[in-house]
């Protein structure tokens, strides 16, 4: 079913005394519960899917040969040795945490702050965090050694009677991602309920019915449940929120902690966090565009909400390119010898080729989203958006192996390079993401329908003097009018 | 819009007679739905509940509904959270097994907060999730009004108040002129 029929509508015209419409096109609450759940129901899926699933399914089945191989033979078919004992493991589990983010700013901050446009776009980009999430919490489990005594970062009681050392930045790790996996996991599917519920409803087999009809634990749309359910929706953005920005300020700790240079500072936290909501951002951006076209989603996910996401990757990204001079400025304005050189080193020494590519895919790449024209066509987005992932994916390499690999004795420096063994552990997370990302899109409701329906016009909420205490989504428009404009 | 006939649901045949378990009135407007569960409320019906598939700005009120408890449950569990997280790190490394690492303090609060932090928030989270599921009564899978054929669009596009025979104020026949009165597009009865 390509519904590549349905063509663009565009709303992206700024008028300050109109409120721009989210959902363009004709619809109405029937048509936008038709059209999103229509994806789950047909019987077979466009066939890019099948050569998709085909691909990323392979390539995830390969991800736990790799890993088979890692733990009977031990972590020296890796690259990593002394001086440099992080290399790919970190790299990628920073790289997949960091994607996350933008899942959770989209679901909790962006709630916060009342901007109805995340309605179209929360359900896929949380969807993708817990995939990433998952990705990202393979890493540091295989990297320890003997990962099958990866239970020992837990605090429990032991025959050792030992317990962990809180004072490490790597055992905060395990609490901030396992509780951030955790409550990622469960606001996707609080907000999801009421979606499954509806499929319930639609099901047409057996199957389908008992399936959903258990996931929705019995949904039925009461307004007393409705009541909780936003407030306990709310809690969790508001708990979400201080969560997500905490998570990848604690995953910088694990290197501004050290006494490295080129570690130790104390721009890591918001220069991370920044980078991590930049990437997420790109990598939304990289997958809604296919699957907007292959599902037939372009008027519930508008070129509007495509341009609001690249004006976040351009900020953040901005915010990254920043975060770099300033960390070049700290070095030389510090005046601490080892700290400079750490920064020469990175830029014109043996991986200058490394640092440029990130700087040229973080910094400059996205500056093409000044033009209006790039932050509205699909084809352009999705080009800067891969080179903004490769860019994040360069960032973390830059940091964990520039840092390392000149330590204090230049008798013990280095030249780290990952063996084929990383590289395809590396592209085998990729199969697993994008495995669990096509199910997702098969099996679940794609858009959250029900937050949909709240910012459309048709939701009555011009009934200005009935407005609720659970009340959150901001103005009320005035509706009844054509709010969008269209081309030709 | 308005139908004066009470259409008996499209059940399937059942062994045991069946009980009534009250009168389910369907919308098509969001609009309308709080305007009539006002009414609803105002006649003085309180065993009765409104169904819509996304959360309707304004029926909190119409429905005079209070706010939730669930807030002061998540305060409490978000305490116990941050009391656990501490005193998780103090009793493990300070007194159970002291570590002295680069002749830093035995306990020091910077150092904890992290870890305070994120036990604070996954406590929070996880009751505010379960208390959710545990005030709303779910998982309930069976529920008398998924008996009712029409509400299948309930979770779609259609908005329904149902009261229930065992309010106070139910009479078939005044609940039923009530509801067709408040312009719902039908009124049948739901079995048990």
Redesign the interface.
């Known amino acids: 079913m390509s519904n590549t029929a349905i063509r663009e509508i565009d709303n992206t015209a700024n008028d300050p005394s109109r409120r721009p419409l989210w959902i363009v096109g004709e619809n109405d609450f029937t048509s936008v519960t038709e059209t999103v759940c229509r994806i789950t129901e047909q019987p077979k899926p466009p066939r890019a899917w099948y050569i998709a699933f085909a691909i990323s399914s392979a390539l995830t089945g390969m991800l736990f040969v790799m890993i088979a191989y890692l733990i009977a033979v031990g972590i020296g078919v890796w690259g990593v040795n002394i001086p440099v004992s992080w290399g790919f493991a970190i790299i990628n589990f920073v790289f997949w945490v960091g994607i996350g983010h933008a899942g959770t700013l989209i679901s909790a901050i962006l709630f916060l702050l009342r901007q109805k446009w995340r309605t179209s776009i929360n359900r896929f980009a949380e969807a993708m965090t817990i995939f990433a999430v998952a990705c990202a919490g393979i890493f540091p489990a295989i990297h320890i050694g003997r990962a099958w005594l990866a239970y020992w970062l837990f605090p429990y009681p032991n025959q050792m009677a030992m317990w962990p050392n809180f004072r490490s930045p790597l055992l905060w790790d395990v609490f901030a991602v396992s509780t951030y996996a955790t409550v990622s996991m469960m606001f996707w599917y609080v907000g999801m309920i009421p979606d499954l519920a509806t499929l319930r409803d639609r099901a047409k087999t057996r199957v389908r019915q008992i399936a959903y009809g258990i996931a929705a634990l019995g949904w039925r749309g009461s307004h007393r449940h409705w009541h909780r359910h936003e407030y306990a929706y709310l809690i969790l953005a508001g708990l979400a929120t201080p969560l997500v920005v905490s998570v990848h300020s604690v995953v910088s700790f694990d290197f501004a902690v050290s006494l490295l240079p080129g570690w130790h500072t104390t721009i890591f936290p918001p220069y991370f966090v920044a980078g991590a909501i930049f990437s997420g951002f790109a990598m939304v951006v990289t997958l809604i565009v296919p699957a907007r076209q292959y599902f037939g989603l372009k008027e519930i996910v508008s070129l509007r909400h495509l341009e609001n996401m690249n004006k976040i990757i351009l900020v953040t990204g901005t915010i990254v390119g920043y975060a770099y001079s300033i960390e070049f400025f700290i070095a030389w304005y510090g005046g601490n010898a080892y700290e400079s050189f750490a920064f020469i080193n990175r830029a014109f020494g043996p991986y200058a080729w490394a640092y440029w590519t990130m700087v040229s895919c973080n910094v400059l790449a996205p500056q093409l989203f000044w033009f209006k024209k790039c932050r509205v066509t699909p084809w352009i987005m999705v080009i800067v958006c891969i080179f903004v992932n490769i860019g994040m994916w360069f960032e973390r390499f830059v940091i964990v192996i520039t840092s390392l690999h000149r330590d204090f004795l230049p008798s013990s420096w280095g030249y780290y390079a990952p063996t084929w063994v990383d590289v395809l552990t590396f592209i085998g997370s990729f199969g697993l993401f994008f495995t669990l990302f096509l199910l997702f899109c098969r099996y679940l409701p794609m858009v959250a329908m029900a937050e949909v329906k709240t910012v459309m016009p048709q939701a009555g909420l011009e009934h200005g003097h009935h407005r609720g205490v659970g009340d959150y989504h901001g103005e009320i428009p005035h509706a009844h009018e054509p709010e969008y404009w269209e081309k030709g | 819009m308005m139908s004066e006939t009470v259409n008996m649901p499209m059940n399937k045949e059942r062994t045991e007679p069946a009980t009534v378990y009250g009168l389910l009135a369907e919308f098509s ?3 309308a ?2 305007q009539s ?1 006002e009414q609803v409320r105002k006649a003085g019906y309180t065993r009765w ?15 005079g ?1 209070r ?2 408890i ?2 002061w449950i ?1 305060l409490g569990a978000g305490l116990s959270g941050l009391v656990a997280g501490l005193g ?2 103090w009793w ?2 300070a007194v ?2 002291p ?1 002295l ?1 680069s002749g ?1 303090p035995i306990f ?1 609060l910077p ?2 907060i ?2 305070i ?3 604070t ?2 406590l ?3 009751t ?2 379960f ?3 545990g ?2 009564g ?6 008398p ?2 008996t009712n054929q029409r ?7 259609r908005f ?1 108040i149902v009261i229930e025979a065992n309010d106070p104020l139910f009479d078939a026949e005044k609940t039923q002129s009530l509801l067709s009165s408040l312009g719902a597009t039908a009124v049948e009865v739901v079995e048990d």
């Open positions: 407007d969001a609009g739905i709080v569960a509940d409104v169904h819509t598939p996304f959360p309707v700005h304004g029926l909190d009120e119409a429905m509904i706010p939730t669930l807030p998540v998780l790190q493990t490394n159970d097994y570590l690492i830093k020091s150092a904890n992290p870890v932090f994120e036990v928030v996954l929070s989270a996880v505010t999730v208390a959710l599921f005030l709303n779910l998982p309930r899978l069976y529920h009004v998924f509400f299948r669009r309930a979770t779609a596009d329904f």
